[in-house]
């Protein structure tokens, strides 16, 4: 059974840095593509970066300069810094399981993916 689980979510003032951390277990996603996204009270889902099956990593402009997105074996990472309230949302893993995928348009479309977290929280305060 393919399950990702997220945490590192909680609170932290504006400015400040979090680490999100997702951990994958009932397949081997070294070669598929993956990423984070994330999702505002009233708002669209989003994707906040992403990794290709070429270890490639694409990030939204809002998000350039200042989250980190990293893979280590059964774990990704999102390292985020100078948070602003428009970071808060809820992060959530996601994985795709069906093809090897290289480019930044790779786990761009996050209806296309098919192994997610449950998500973890972020709330940035001004």
């Known amino acids: 059974q393919v399950q990702l689980a997220e945490s590192g979510g909680g609170s932290v003032q504006s400015g400040g840095s979090l680490r999100l951390s997702c951990e994958v277990s009932g397949y081997n996603w070294r070669n598929y593509c993956k990423g984070w996204y994330r999702q505002a009270p009233g708002s669209e889902r989003e994707r906040v970066a992403s990794i290709d099956s070429a270890g490639s990593a694409t990030y939204a402009d809002s998000v350039k300069g200042r989250f980190t997105i990293s893979q280590d074996n059964n774990f990704m990472y999102l390292q985020m810094s100078s948070l602003t309230v428009e970071d808060t949302a809820m992060y959530s893993c996601?994985?795709?399981?069906?093809?090897?995928?290289?480019?930044?348009?790779?786990?761009?479309?996050?209806?296309?993916?098919?192994?997610w977290g449950q998500g973890t929280f972020v709330t940035v305060h001004s």
């Open positions: 996601a994985a795709d399981r069906s093809v090897p995928c290289v480019g930044s348009w790779c786990c761009q479309r996050w209806d296309a993916l098919d192994a």
